[in-house]
């Protein structure tokens, strides 16, 4: 042992030793008789008479008698009965702070204070100890053990101090066998190899590890990205109780009340679980309504009743798109030529999409809706070119998604969907001018489609109209609050897009109106369409 360690302070206090000396002075003016106990503390005592007043260890170190000829060279245990007290050093460590700079803090120090040493009555025992090497500790056997024991016992047994010892109870069981302490394995096993270890671990685990390596396919699940498996319906919906819930709210979608004709297709979709046209409608409208995690839920109903809606495949597409989560998205795309009596020769059976890794499902379904759409070169289907222009927009190809949705606009300049998408899609290559003409193409076939006015805020954000995009967003919340009357607790439901208050609250903050964006915190519309004056 270093004995630096042994009377080096840490930070000035004292060290072990002096820390020792000052508390047997101190109980050894107690007047007892002396005991051999005593008179080795009084020889400590009297080589240690000038206490070091400084950290000088050359001084320290020429007041410490030998010690190291005493110790065992192979365990590092003193013999003779000499005793050495060690007391553990104080841990010093350096924390990083809460930055990513990793600026240090003060460091800590954990200190442990001696206790106070026990003053025995009776003499110690002369039994000179021999201790067993490291070597011959593992090598032992239950026996050799047992031996030591034994000879410990015998060599002890008329010394009265010891006779009653905690230690000598201790070493009595062990020689009698009432305490095992060696290995029950033999010294083949004992002695196994860091890989024949592993490998019996792992042979030994392996149903455990196997539970947990499928725990990272989590992060891939649906589940994991905020899609729920089971539709959440939305409480006191008063069209409940009319049954031309699924009529009204078609009513509804044509007059441009989005979140009308949501409610109502939440209801008839209540009334009729089994209806596959009530859950499209209800998820088409959600997509349109901003919010697509309802409209990815309601269209699986759909699809799981009915696989044959080739439209419900490209909207799910393009919601899995909007939610970051492109293989779910080339995965419905694949399931819309598989559906198509067109294009379903087109699918191959011998591959199985789902084993397929990101790249490699990319490359693939890109090439089989390529093919798709050379197998006609002088006739244009809309359905072929919307579904390239979401892979092209999850591949970030915009320009090429650009063309896909003009050449399906050329036959179907009526969807406003389509304008939409190719709105959205000029607007991410950064052609905003001409993203707010498809936009208002968008809003003029479909006044009420919400994500089309929401996107137009956002394209007036990028151009630095911050006023002119927050009106947007209060129009579009005003449309989703109109359903508010529906309901039959209207005070206390909020039907309206988290991401449009959101997206608001940021303009406020770009436009310098903090004020206005604590009301959008308190999502006070009444004064908000005061102020932007959109009433």
Known sequence: MSLNKLVGGDCGGDNSLVQLSNIVSRDASIAQPLTQADRFVQEF?????????????????????EVDKNVNKNTHIPVNNQIQTIAPQANMSWLPGPSTSYMPQQPLFRSFHMQQPLMHSKPISNVQIEYMSEEDAINATDNDVRAKAQEYVESVKDDDELAYNQFMSFMKKVSAGELNLGNTVDNDQRKLSKDEILDEMQEKY????????DVGDYWNTEEANGISQEYSFTEGNIMLENKSALEIGKEKLKMGDIPGAVLCFEAAAQQNPSSAEA??????????????????????????????????????????????????????????????????????????????DLKSLEAHVKSLYIRAAQLNPSQIDPDVQNALGVVFNITHEHDKAVDCFKSALMVASDDPKLWNRLGATLANSEKSEEAVDAYQQALNLEPGFIRARYNVGITCMNLGAHRQAAEHFLVALNQQYKSKNMHSDSLNIDTSSSTIWTTLRMVCSFMGEHEVAKLVDERNLTELNKFFETE
């Open 45 to 65: 005592m009297g080589q240690n008479s000038q206490i070091p007043q400084t950290f000088n260890m050359n001084s320290l170190l020429n007041n410490i008698p």
């Open 279 to 356: 859950w499209f409608l209800l998820g088409t409208s959600q997509a349109e309504n901003e919010q697509d995690p309802a409209a990815i839920t309601a269209l699986k109903k759909s699809l799981e009743i009915d696989p044959t809606q080739l439209e419900a495949y490209i909207t799910l597409a393009a919601a899995y798109t909007n939610e970051n989560m492109p293989k779910f998205a080339f995965l419905s795309l694949l399931n819309w030529l598989k559906a198509s009596p067109k294009y379903n020769d087109l699918f191959p059976h011998d591959i199985d999409p789902k084993t397929l």
């Open 206 to 213: 392996k149903d455990e590890w196997a539970k947990l390596s």
